[in-house]
């Protein structure tokens, strides 16, 4: 029996998505290593909260993302590949956790980002 999924509604199904997500990530040998010297205790309140805004609304993410990617590629460079695996992963947690517009939303939201992000670090 297939397990029903629901969509992303409140802010605790973020907490879920993000923190899966990373658990994805981390291991990841392609992009893992972008990962290894975040404060994770400062970075997870931080991307949920971004998170949080971008699918539900809220107003309270403070924060500059595509400043602090761009100093990351600074000293790690990045390539389209880097983000395309991003978004495999994201596109793959949000398939896994939930369905529905709000999680169209989430992944389609993550495909514009991924695009932009490439682009604005100068991804070769």
């Known amino acids: 029996m297939q397990q029903v999924l629901r969509d992303i509604a409140h802010a605790e199904d973020i907490d ?6 990373y658990e994805r990530v981390r291991p990841d ?7 290894v010297d975040l404060d994770w205790d400062h970075h997870i309140p931080r991307i949920t909260s971004f998170w949080r805004m ?8 403070q924060g500059d993302p595509m400043t602090a990617h761009i100093r990351l590629a600074q000293h790690q460079p990045m390539s389209p590949a880097h983000f395309e695996r ?39």
């Not at 879920?16 to 997500?21: E, H, M, S, Y």
């Not at 040998?29 to 990962?35: A, K, S, T, V, Y």
């Not at 971008?54 to 993410?61: A, I, N």
Request: aromatic residues 12%.
């Open 16 to 21: 879920q998505l993000v923190r899966a997500f």
């Open 29 to 35: 040998p392609l992009i893992g290593h972008f990962f």
């Open 54 to 61: 971008v699918l539900l609304g809220d107003r309270t993410y």
């Open 86 to 124: 991003w978004l495999q992963h994201w596109v793959a947690n949000a398939d896994a956790l939930f369905e529905g517009p709000r999680t169209e939303e989430a992944k389609s939201r993550a495909r514009s980002i991924a695009a932009v992000m490439a682009h604005k670090v100068g991804a070769r």
